[in-house]
């Protein structure tokens, strides 16, 4: 008997070593409660000399007055100006930007509307992002759920755990799709990316937030 025991042990450390077993590293979920004022920064990005090429920050004052600064490779914007608070739910805030003094410098290869700001973000806890309505969203850890809108492009969750967006709905290549697995645990949805070097790796996409998504771009700077 012990001899059985032995060998059964011996077969699947053997199967472990040949197939692999790691453990899912799911990113920490580092959000909190905190009022409006403050400086919010996107995650920077860096080249290979170690310089940033992407940020975007984002100051609100304490008397409704803001600062705006990004360098999106090359392309940057500054601008100033008045916001307003306003309720979208119980949870998340519209934040509403008066645009007064804006400034860009530019290089040919790249689209200088992509350093623009928003006139319009959204608040959840301590990030600034965009919301999508997703009314009766299940609850369940993968889902059948497509997201629409007028110009027929739309973004579809699969039943077996794949992500992506169409261009078109009533052409999207759904079968070939399969580079984005999806997860949601609890209020938080979570994406793995093919071929971004970590694929046990699962980071934060999107919070359920009542009838919405909410996906962060920028998080409030510890003070």
Same mark, same amino acid.
């Given at each position: &008997? ?11 450390? &053997?199967?472990?070593?040949? *197939?692999?077993? !790691?453990?899912? @590293?799911?990113? =920490? @979920? ?12 996107i995650r920077s990005e860096s080249g290979s000399d170690?310089?940033?090429t992407y940020y975007k920050q984002y100051v609100l004052?304490?008397? +409704?007055?803001?600062?705006?600064? $990004? ?8 601008? $100033? ?9 119980? +949870?998340?805030?519209? %934040?509403?930007?008066d645009i007064i003094n804006c400034t860009f410098t @530019? #290089? ?5 509307? $992509? ?11 301590? &990030? ?5 309505? &997703?009314? /009766?969203?299940?609850? !369940? #850890?993968?889902?059948?759920? %497509?997201? *629409?809108? #007028? ?7 699969? =039943? ?17 799709? =399969? /580079? ?8 938080? %949805?979570?994406?793995?990316? =093919? ?29």
């Open positions: &008997m012990r001899r059985k025991i032995i060998k059964v042990t011996i077969l699947i450390l &053997m199967a472990i070593s040949i *197939t692999g077993c !790691s453990k899912a @590293d799911y990113q =920490k @979920d580092e959000s909190y409660e905190t009022d409006i004022i403050g400086t919010y920064k170690n310089e940033t004052n304490d008397d +409704n007055t803001y600062n705006y600064e $990004s360098n999106v490779f090359g392309t940057g914007s500054k601008s $100033s100006g008045n916001y307003t608070i306003n309720n979208e739910t119980e +949870n998340i805030l519209i %934040i509403d930007f @530019d #290089e040919e290869s790249v689209n200088i509307n $992509s350093a623009k700001q928003y006139k319009k973000v959204y608040k959840y806890k301590n &990030m600034l992002g965009s919301i999508i309505e &997703m009314k /009766d969203l299940p609850t !369940s #850890e993968t889902f059948d759920y %497509i997201i *629409t809108n #007028e110009t027929g492009s739309a973004i579809v969750f699969t =039943k077996d755990g794949y992500y992506h967006a169409c261009i078109n709905i009533n052409n999207c290549q759904c079968d070939y799709a =399969k /580079d984005t697995e999806y997860i949601r645990k609890d209020n938080i %949805i979570y994406f793995n990316i =093919k071929g971004s070097g970590n694929d046990n790796y699962w980071q934060i996409a999107d919070y359920v937030i009542g009838d919405y998504l909410f996906t962060p771009e920028l998080y409030k700077a510890e003070e």
